[in-house]
């Protein structure tokens, strides 16, 4: 009797789960039906699964892949590709003044919350926040640190350190004269820039360039990218963003909150001084001072972003114009020669005299656009109530972004969308290259503040390196196209191994 009551009440149970289970399958499936066919985006094409549902998305994310895949994509549907229930990914010129731009008559698309939101209520907002006004009087009150008169002011310290970058490069690895030698020029850029970027905002180098070895900080920084695009993406799926957050690796999470910790504690060590040495700090803390105070974690966010944004976008950049270089000699011809026929010196090349060296210059935006160094777009959210966005309309709550990747590789923004011609931004043709498409520094009110001091590091860096060594490929087998390397958010960048070679400058 008892055991037959039990075998009851286990039976009753598993028909309680497989009902149970068979409700949340069928939600499931509905849902992915609702999505794919009666959405309100329904009418805009991409792959099926990625339509009904956002975790192909997600794990596009994780496993570091989704530039590929949205170029895929934009390759087979064409300049708008619906790449999740709520999303569109655009590849289409007209879309940069649309979703980034300041259209009169059409509200602001803001920032999607869903990549910028804060970890907790009480942290500050930053630069990169969603909050339009914090945006705004943060972006105020560090601008006049990224003027014309600043980078001027800035030159002596970015070309010390230019110095100090060129004698290692120079140096004998053994004591001795030498004709070549190997160096790993992703690892040293890298070195550069972060020591740049530190003594500009902590008021203190990494003296990474000094060691040849990377300061902690800058090894804990190199997962800032991943663990954004990891928390990006667990925050797709709210209320359970935080118990998500746990999928994260423990290290990734661990380094994060390593690297907001000596960032604050540098912060605050800048703030302490009392000086009115050339950085982003000095004009940022006058105005501060006299118009609308910055309190000391807003300081702390903000110049750990900074930092970072200065220094891994830039170098990421120069490995990527270096590497087209050495992977394409006719270009890297004509790039050595115009540089070493404009100076008969290494000591006259300064952040002054390299801004007007044309194919210099064009060789930089080429490697900008076929190698862009933020990979997918940031993503906005369109307006309650809806609005355009390259001439059709979308509805309100729509995440919408330009993903530069993609886009800069399509046949109708560029001819040959995949080789690398710097030709092209000397004499454009309309008819073959959109130049609208291209933005790398982004447009509107959230363009990168950074352009100016970025577009003279890369210029006077790359001029002093061509200018004083021949430089090729280590090894002529290691070609292979910027694009297969994983992304998040910024490139997980391979090495570029190459030969110095002593230039006539020698």
């Known amino acids: ?45 991409g792959p099926l699964m990625w339509r009904a549902f ?30 999740a229930p709520n999303e569109l990914s655009y590849a289409d010129g007209a879309a940069w003044k649309d979703i980034y731009g300041n259209r009169p008559g059409h509200q602001p698309f803001p920032r999607n919350p869903t990549w910028f939101k804060n970890r907790s209520p009480d942290d500050p907002h930053s630069i990169m926040g969603f909050d339009e006004d ?24 970015i070309e010390g350190y230019l110095d100090m970058f060129m004698n290692q490069m120079k140096a004998p690895r053994v ?3 030498w004709r070549q030698k190997i160096v790993d020029l992703n690892t040293w850029f890298n070195f550069l820039t972060f020591d740049i970027s530190g003594d500009l905002s902590f008021g203190e180098s990494f ?3 000094k060691s040849g070895k990377a300061h902690p900080w800058v090894e804990i920084a190199q997962d800032f990218g991943k663990g954004l695009s990891l928390i990006a993406s667990v925050n797709q799926y709210p209320p359970f963003d935080k118990l998500l957050r746990y999928v994260i690796p423990k290290n990734i999470r661990q380094r994060q909150a390593d690297h907001r910790k000596m960032s604050a504690a540098k912060a605050k060590k800048r703030l302490a001084m009392d000086t009115e040495r050339p950085d982003f700090v000095t004009p940022t803390k006058k105005y501060s001072e006299q118009k609308v105070p910055m309190s000391g974690p807003e300081w702390e966010i903000n110049m750990m972003i900074i930092v970072f944004a200065g220094s891994e976008t830039t170098a990421s950049s120069l490995t990527a114009i270096t590497r087209e270089l050495v992977q394409n000699r006719g270009v890297l011809h004509r790039l050595t020669q115009e540089i070493r026929s404009s100076f008969e ?33 940031v993503p906005r959210i369109v307006p309650e109530g809806g609005d355009t966005v390259c001439g059709q309309w979308v509805a309100g709550g729509t995440y919408v972004a330009y993903n530069q990747f993609a886009a ?36 509107g009110r959230h363009s990168c503040i950074g352009m100016k001091l970025a577009y003279a590091m890369m210029r006077v860096i790359l001029a002093r390196l061509l200018f004083t060594f021949d430089i090729g490929l280590a090894d002529e087998k290691d070609r292979w196209d910027w694009g297969e390397q994983k992304t998040y958010i910024l490139w997980d960048k391979r090495p570029l191994r190459v030969i110095l070679r002593r230039g006539a400058a020698l």
């Open 345 to 377: 010196k290494e000591s006259e090349i300064t952040i002054a005299s390299t801004g007007n060296l044309s194919y210099l210059n064009a060789v930089i935006n080429e490697g900008l656009r076929l190698d862009a160094p933020v990979v997918i777009g």
């Open 134 to 157: 914090v945006h705004a009087r943060t972006r105020r009150a560090f601008a006049n640190s990224f003027s014309e008169k600043s980078l001027r002011d800035q030159a002596p310290v």
């Open 408 to 443: 800069n590789r399509q046949p109708h923004n560029f001819r040959h969308p995949n080789s690398f011609i710097p030709e092209r931004f000397l004499n454009p043709d309309p008819k073959t290259d959109n130049m609208d498409s291209f933005q790398p520094f982004s447009i």
């Open 175 to 177: 004591g001795r004269q």
């Open 207 to 209: 003296d990474c360039v």
């Open 1 to 45: 009797m008892s055991t037959s009551i039990v075998e009851r009440v286990l039976l009753r149970g598993v028909y309680a789960s497989a009902t149970i289970g068979a409700a949340c399958l069928a939600t499931f499936v509905l849902y992915g039906f609702y999505n794919a066919f009666f959405h309100p985006l329904r009418r805009y094409p």
């Open 54 to 83: 956002r975790f192909p998305y997600v794990i596009a994310i994780h496993r570091g892949e989704i530039h590929r895949q949205l170029k895929q994509f934009h390759d087979k549907y064409g300049p708008v590709v619906r790449i």
